[in-house]
């Protein structure tokens, strides 16, 4: 039987994460399309990870605590009954062999990753991981849920006039949403120089009508971009994803 993260992925965590993993490694992750959130309260995390029990979690174990410390908590993390199922990994420039091993084999934490210079093979062993946890399960693209936004709009051209609407849900993929005044677009039709907004990123795109479905009194529009999408629109979109879902997480945190 699948579990909801077989299906959605599963939810990544930086406990502590230090600058070069904020700045370069989770970004990276994000446009790889992984669900990632930083978290700086080892406490709150784990009342989260009750809620996620089959997440991931990273943990610098140069930041905040004595190793020894880290070692305690990491170790009831993994065998307290509801979190006994998290994967646990360290990510750290702390490269002494005897903790290394530690960690390795007797805590037995899923990987050891040491950030030194070579951040690029750092990144890729993180990845490496990630994808022997099936991380991403089935799902393919990130998505968020945009609808209590008021700066998550959307402009789509239709017979010479903008047409306004307001965005439901957005992927790298594209966006679902609801349009002022109905203006009935028939399936298939494609639709250039859509205009998105999501908060202060200001978005060109083109799309083609999916569909519709009503929800209640909404009908709801689908609009799957094209392959002409800029890959650097396709960065921002992705960056707008992960800080609203890390907003949404902070509220959990």
């Known amino acids: ?40 309260d080892k406490d709150k995390l784990k009342r989260v990870l009750k809620k996620h029990p089959d997440s991931i979690v990273f943990v610098d174990i140069n930041e905040h605590m004595p190793e020894k410390e880290w070692e305690s908590w ?27 091993r530690k960690y390795l084999l007797t805590i037995k934490v899923r990987n050891y990753t040491i950030l030194k210079s070579d951040l690029e093979k750092a990144i890729t062993h993180i990845f490496e991981v990630l994808q022997s946890l099936d991380a991403k399960g089935r799902r393919k693209f990130i998505r968020a849920t945009t609808e209590n936004e008021s700066n998550t709009t959307i402009n789509i051209p239709i017979h010479g006039l903008f047409t306004k609407g307001m965005i439901k849900d957005v992927s790298v993929v594209g966006v679902s949403c609801t349009l002022e005044g109905d203006p009935e677009i028939a399936k298939n039709t494609l639709l250039k120089d859509i205009q998105i907004k999501l908060q202060t990123n200001l978005l060109n795109v083109e799309g083609i009508n999916f569909g519709s479905r009503m929800d209640g009194k909404e009908k709801i ?33």
Do not use: C
Request: charged content about 25%; hydrophobic content about 40%.
């Open 74 to 100: 990491i170790n009831i993390l993994m065998t307290s009954p509801d979190t006994k199922d998290i994967s646990v990994g360290i990510i750290t420039p702390n490269d002494d062999e005897l903790i290394k």
């Open 1 to 40: 039987m699948d579990t909801a993260s077989d299906i959605s992925g599963k939810k990544i965590f930086f406990l502590h994460p230090s600058v070069v993993v904020q700045n370069r490694i989770i970004p990276e992750l994000v446009q790889q399309e992984f669900e990632v959130y930083a978290a700086r």
């Open 221 to 253: 529009y689908v609009i799957l971009f094209t392959q002409r999408i800029d890959p650097d629109v396709r960065t921002r979109i992705r960056k707008y994803i992960q800080h609203n879902l890390q907003v949404k997480m902070d509220k959990e945190l």
